[in-house]
Every structure is written in C-alpha cells, then in structure tokens.
C-alpha cells in the first residue's frame, strides 16, 4: 500500500467561458432526433477497477473542454436498444477529481451503417452538463426503442479534466449497450474518432463483466457455515508466544535496532493524536504536522504500528520505557472509546475514507493484539468490545470493494477469532462480506491472473493478507476449499512472482505479468520487493507451517524473508526502509524511512516476532517435542510431559556454520527433536547427539530424534553451506549479456561499489563461475573473485548507502 502525494491539477474550468472554443473532430453528422428519452439516472457504486485487464479507458488528451470525441459500437447485426450504462472511471484516493474525465455533455446515437450517415439521436444531453457520477453508474434511457440499430455511438462534446494536469479526455471504465436486459456490447468492436480516439484501449469499454459483477456490494449469507458444523483440523505444531531468548548475534541486533527505532520515531502524543481528535479530546500544543498519507487519511495507523513493534518485542525481553509508551497508548484508546465500544482513530462514518475500514483497522487489530500477548491487562477488551460493534456495522455489505484495498481487512477478523476473547462470528462475517467463491476456485487451479490480474483492487503483495485469512478460515471451519485455495496461491506467488532471495516481485500501480521479475521501477514510485509482502509471507509460512511441520520450504521461505528483507532493509535504529532493491542504491526518494509508512509498520512487527520463528513446539502425539527452523544464538523454555525443559543454541550464523544445542531438564524428559536440514544445504546433514552420528539430514527436511533427553545432552551439526548461481529471466535484460543472482546458503549475495558491474567467468560455463570465489579473510560472508579485481560479494542484508548490484552480467573471458 503507497500514498504518493497527489500531482498538482487544474481547477475544472466552466464550460460556459468555452463556448465556440470547440475542436471538431470530424465531419459533424446531422442526427434525426426522435421523441426525447427520459433524464440519465445514478445507479449503484462502481468497484475500483485498477487491474491492467480492467483499466479504464482514455482518450487522447485535450488542451479544451470543448472537444468532442466519441466510442462507436458495432453489435454485430440490428438489435432494439433499451439503455447505455456508462462506468465512470474513478480514483479512490483523488477527492479533487474522483471521476477522472466522465463526459460533461453527451449525446447518444443509432445507426445501420458504420459510417453514421444517416444517424438518430437516441439521448441528448449536450446544452447542459451532466451531474458528475464520482463512482455511480449512469444510466441513459433511450428513445426509438421501436428500432433496431446495429451500431451505437456515444459522443462526448464538453470534457471533464483527465487527472492529468491541464488535460481533458474521455474517460470511461467501461460501457453497456441493454438489449432486452443484457449487454450487447460485450466483447462487440469498439471504434472512436481519428483524433482524441484510444485504439489501443477501445477493447477496455466491451470487456466482460468482472466475476460479481461491477458493483460494490458484497453480501453472501449463504457463505456463512453455522459453527456447530466446523471441524477445526488439528495443528501438529504450534508458534511460541515466549519463552525464548536471543544470546546476542544478528537477530539480536536488530531487535535492538528495533527498539530504537520505535522510540525515536513518534511521540505517545502524535500517535494518539487521531483518536483524541475523533474523541472531541484537546490535542496537546507543539506536536509535529502530521503526514497527510499515513497520518490523516490512515488515522490511527501510527499507533497500530507502534503497538506491532512494541508489543512483538516485549514478549520476549522487558524493555521499561518500551512497555510504559505501549501502556500509555492502549490506555488513550481506552479513554476515546465510545459507548457502543468504537475505539477506530477516525468517526464511524469515515469507515470508507482511502484504506480506514481495511488498512488502518487491521494495523491497530494487531497492535491491540500483539500488546495483549505482551501482558497489557486491557487490549483484549478494547478488541472485543470493538468487534461486537463492528460485526453488525451498517457499512459491511461495502466494505470489500466500497474503499481501497477492502480486502486487506480480513485478516483483522481472523487474527481476532484465534484470541482468548475470539467468537465464531468473527470469521462469519468474513464469510458473509468478504469471501470470494471466484476467486478461492480460481487460486485452487493455479490461475495465475488470480494475483496479477485480481478484478476489484490494486493487485500486488498485500492480496497475501488475504491468503492469510483464508488459511485463517479452513484452521477454525475445516472447509478444505479454504486450504486448497492459500496452497494455489502459494504456489502462484512462490513460482511466478519471488525474486531471487525472497522478495515479492509485485507491488502497486505498476504490471506485473508472470515471472516479470523487474528490477528497475516501471516510473518513479512503483519498484517491486516491498517490505511488508515479506511481512505478510513469514506469517502466511508461518500457518502453513504450523498446519504441516514436515514443511520444510515455509521455514525457508520465512528465512529469506527475514534475512533478505526484514533486516536487509534496516538503517541502523533509525528507521525501515520500503523497497528491498536488488540494483542502485539503497533508500527511498518518495518515502523515507522513519515516516510511519506501510513498510515500516509491518517491518517493525516482523523483527519484533524474530524469536518465534526460531523454533516450533509440539505438543501431542508420539513425535511431541521441539522443532529447529531457525539457526540463532538463543534459548527456549517450556514445558514438555509436565516437565520443564530449556535447549540452548550456539552458533554464529549466517557467519558461521557449525551448531550446538545443549539441553537441560529439571528431570529426563522425553520428546522428539526435529532439526532442519535447509533446502539450501549443498548436502546430507549428519546431526550428533552426544558426539555419536545419530540420523544424517536430506536437505529440505527434518530429522526427527526420539529419545530421553537429560542434563548435559548435545546435538550439533553443521550446516552444509555452499554457492547458487541463477540467472535472471525477468524482463530488464541487458541485451548481449546474462546476469545472475548468487546466493550463499539462504543469504543473498550484493556486488559492491557498482550497480552495472560486468564480471567475467572462467571456462565454458557460467556456473564454473563459483570456482572462482576466494573467502576473504577475517570477513565472513565476503567473496572476492579471481579474475575480476577490485570486485567483491557482500551480504545484502550489509549493503548500506554505496552503490551495488545483486543482478551483475557474468560473460564468458
């Protein structure tokens, strides 16, 4: 999600100081009129249509209002017209001109013949302006029912601005031509004039309706399954919430890093600013202005971001002043809420303003969550009050498609339902309002214009929100579809929209066709690698993880994401970074990187949660016990068989490779320990216990240990680390040239000091190319390479503000 600051545009200039201004284009055809059909009529909400297969249409641009322009439709042979609907093309976050070059006066007209020569006026609304629909459909009834016309013309003859500065156009979503209640014209030729016509876009006004249609209304109480008819599957493995301890290393650091940024970012008083204004509070002198984007049209998002950050780090160390601002947070809200239990940062009837309703709820649901798993006595009461309001709101039959971005809303309900305070109808009103049958059928086959091509929103790295949810529904209703569809997905994502180290290749505005993979921004705010998607991903694997702990690829999945991403796009304590790029220099031109931004947020809340992902406990079952994901100097305690157990980990990677766990135990317990053996292991793992082979690791799997584990007891191995060379398929290639990615273990190699290095490979194949890398000595993790001096590999996650590539073209010498 990316708020850029809106483009300065002209005021809509009176078509009256225009008059006789007007540009012809073309030969004017007279038009009989017929008997004058009755005014245009405002429907229904249009849903948002941003998908490139959904994109508006627009005509050239214009220098006056008084242009005229029009769309011609062939339907094939003559047909009695009953109506045209037109579908303004809109923009959500663009309150100046939401519309975007709807047609101020218009007519309609019929013919036999393609070349008009003999048209009949069917609607006329050309001496007066039309009101501006915003989103509304309009609908014109025509006369001359009693005729057939094979051909139907709309001409524009007073243009509204386009968004693009001074320019007018004719910009349409879409167009319908009723025949006896349907569409005529779908899929039907489209034409326009030879000056301000669009040939490129025509197809865009006779596409098939969307899967539910072009409205914004979403409401299926058929969805809904009666709780007493859910079967929750079980879950082998489970996430721990505390109970482990970093020991220093590299997840250490940057949960410090976190801290740091978290309390020099924004004051308790900035962050409870919104809701003090909602409230009617007095807002304290000297605070700074706020960001337009994510402080005012997101209200409260800042707080869901802080509460995100602090409450995921306090679980696992006590930090006074961290805990004292999250208390002192939860403890605003509190004090503005209302009586029916509403705690939003934004009045009740602004649910539907920019991304509140989805966005900036789901961001305080996890914050007011992750606080209450770090002990603060009232945030599960502020959640549940909330929601038992929020779950018979008046605005839910609009909340998916009546905002931007609606869907990113429902994994706020279903985190919400796995709490102690949860209910069953927390996820019923997922299935009601939000739940899309279409779209779960068509991620279950695969269908890759599921994610790039999704119809009624910004397609791009946050839709993995909404697998999250899914995955949601099937762990509380057992209704396998659910399951089906987030494997789908997975799949979708991981195969075609993965850069190499992990980060999701697909963010907004931009096109991201199937393994596009692009490395540079399409223009100058739509890169892809957003660290959020990375967020939202080591949760989703999380799940998938918990569902199936043979899993081994969710654990590799979650190690790229924090490595590659989480901390690679860390500024010391200063802030988060947005983008993970992969080509340039690091940082951000249109966002910073302490600007509360979505980025930061869910960055904040992945390093927080850094421990959780280390290890995974078993609770029931014959291999009931203790799983090893993660490699990091840490400790883990809990209970097993009633019995307290504590496993200590030391290692020094990703700078080294060797493990040891020792464990301890107030009394011989026995439980079964998995360790990973990484996908990425360059080979069979032998894992020791006491010194002695016990099981030797395939990669991409778990050895399981059963046995008695007592005091003193040790495992260790070490990690087969080695070299991956990739070469780059996407779509910025360098003509001539191969470039390649290289990977060490799960780390993500960068090229210092140049971003269009060209590095030359030995013999006869690329991938000789590995035999050249010389550790550098004294520098884990640093690769000079023979045959190119002056060029060195370095972690990404190292990369700080010189220039460098992870992408280089390697040629043959």
């Known amino acids: 999600m990316k708020t850029p600051d809106s483009v300065g545009r002209r005021e809509f200039i009176g078509v009256s100081a225009l008059a ?6 073309g030969p004017a055809a007279s038009s009989a009129a017929l008997a004058s059909p009755a005014e245009a009529k405002l429907e229904g909400r249009i849903a948002f249509a941003p998908a490139t297969w959904y994109r508006p249409y ?8 008084a242009t005229r322009t029009w769309v011609q439709f062939d339907l094939g042979s003559p047909l009695s017209v009953d109506a045209v609907r037109l579908y303004p093309s809109f923009d959500l976050g663009d309150a100046k001109n939401p519309s975007k070059g709807f047609p101020a006066r218009l007519k309609v007209e019929g013919a036999e013949s393609g070349n008009f020569s003999s048209p009949a006026l069917l609607f006329d609304h050309t001496q007066r302006d039309l009101p501006d629909p ?11 029912t009693d005729r057939k016309w094979r051909y139907i013309r709309v001409t524009a003859t007073v243009l509204r601005p386009s968004g693009d500065d001074a320019a007018f156009a004719l910009c349409l979503s879409k167009v319908d031509v009723l025949s006896g209640g349907r569409n005529a014209a779908e899929l039907c030729p489209a034409s326009a004039d030879p000056q301000y016509g669009n040939p490129a876009e025509l197809k865009q006004l006779t596409r098939r309706a969307r899967p539910q249609g072009e409205g914004i209304i979403n409401d299926h109480p058929a969805n809904v399954t009666p709780a007493s008819a859910w079967h929750r599957p ?5 996430v721990p919430r505390t109970g482990v301890t970093l020991q220093g290393g590299i997840f250490h650091q940057a949960m410090e890093d976190n801290i740091g940024y978290l309390l020099g970012s924004f004051s308790v008083e ?3 600013r919104p809701f003090w204004q909602r409230a009617g509070k007095p807002i304290p002198a000297g605070l700074r202005r706020p960001n337009p984007g994510w402080d005012v049209m997101l209200a ?3 707080a869901g971001r802080f509460l995100m950050g602090a409450g995921n780090t306090l679980r696992w160390r006590e930090h006074a002043e961290l805990r004292r601002r999250m208390n002192a947070i939860v403890d605003g809200i509190e004090e503005c809420r209302q009586p029916n239990g509403y705690i939003m940062g934004y009045p009740e009837n602004e649910m539907l303003v920019s991304e509140r309703a989805a966005y900036t709820r789901a961001w305080v649901t996890h914050g007011l969550i992750e606080a209450g798993l770090a002990g603060n006595p009232k945030a599960f009461g502020l959640l549940r009050g909330y929601y038992d309001w929020y779950n018979r709101n008046p605005y839910l039959p609009e909340l998916l498609r009546g905002a931007i971005q609606g869907v990113q809303g429902m994994v706020a309900n279903t985190r919400m339902y796995f709490t102690s305070v949860g209910k069953p109808e927390d996820i019923q009103v997922i299935q009601r309002y939000f739940q899309e049958n279409y779209w779960l059928d068509g991620l279950a086959k695969r269908d890759k214009a599921m994610a790039w091509q999704y119809p009624y929103d910004r397609p791009h790295n946050y839709l993995i929100t909404d697998f999250e949810a899914y995955l949601d529904l099937y762990r509380a209703t057992g209704e396998r579809r659910y399951r089906d569809a987030v494997e789908g997905a997975w799949e979708l994502y991981h195969d075609n929209w993965e850069h190499v180290g992990g980060s999701i290749a697909i963010t ?7 393994q596009s993979y692009r490395l540079k ?21 999380q799940r998938l993880l918990m569902l199936d702990p043979s899993q081994e690829r969710c654990a590799a999945e979650i190690e790229k994401s924090i490595y590659n991403v989480g901390i690679a796009n860390q500024v010391d304590a200063r802030g988060l970074m947005y983008h993970a790029r992969l080509v340039g220099q690091k940082g951000d031109v249109a966002v910073g990187y302490c600007d509360n931004s979505c980025c930061e947020g869910q960055g904040t809340r992945l390093i927080g949660s850094l421990p959780e992902h280390i290890y995974s406990i078993v609770d029931d079952g014959p291999d009931a016990g203790l799983m090893v994901n993660l490699f990091a100097p840490s400790t883990i305690d809990w209970q097993s068989g009633g019995t307290r157990v504590r496993v200590a980990a030391a290692t020094q990677f990703p700078y080294g490779n060797e493990v040891k766990l020792t464990f301890s135990a107030d009394a011989p317990a026995r439980f079964t320990l998995r360790v990973r053996t990484p996908g990425w292991a360059a080979g069979p793992m032998p894992i020791r216990a006491n010194g002695v082979v016990a099981a030797t690791g395939a990669p991409g799997t778990y050895v399981k240990l059963a046995r008695e584990w007592r005091t003193g007891d040790t495992v260790t191995f070490t990690l087969p680390m080695g070299f991956k060379l990739t070469e780059y398929t996407g779509l910025d290639q360098i003509a001539g040239h191969k470039r390649y990615a290289l990977e060490y273990g799960p780390i993500l190699l960068a090229l210092k000091d140049s971003d269009d290095a060209r590095l030359l490979h030995r013999g006869s194949r690329a991938a000789q190319f590995i035999e050249q890398l010389q550790p550098v000595p004294g520098r884990p993790l640093q690769f000079n390479i023979a045959g190119n001096p002056g060029r060195r590999y370095v972690p990404y996650f190292a990369i700080k503000n010189e220039l460098f590539t992870c992408f280089p073209v390697i040629d043959p010498a």
Do not use: H, I
């Open 20 to 25: 006789g201004a007007a540009l012809a284009a």
């Open 58 to 65: 627009k005509s050239k641009p214009a220098s006056a209002a």
């Open 134 to 144: 915003n989103d509304r459909m309009v609908y014109l009834p025509l006369a001359g």
């Open 234 to 238: 079980p879950e082998p493995a489970r």
């Open 270 to 272: 900035e962050m409870l």
């Open 300 to 302: 409260g998002s800042m």
């Open 508 to 514: 907004e505005f931009g096109e991201f066709p199937p």
């Open 521 to 541: 921004p399409q223009f100058s705010f739509c890169e892809t690698g957003e660290l959020c998607g990375s967020s939202f991903w080591a949760f989703l694997n």
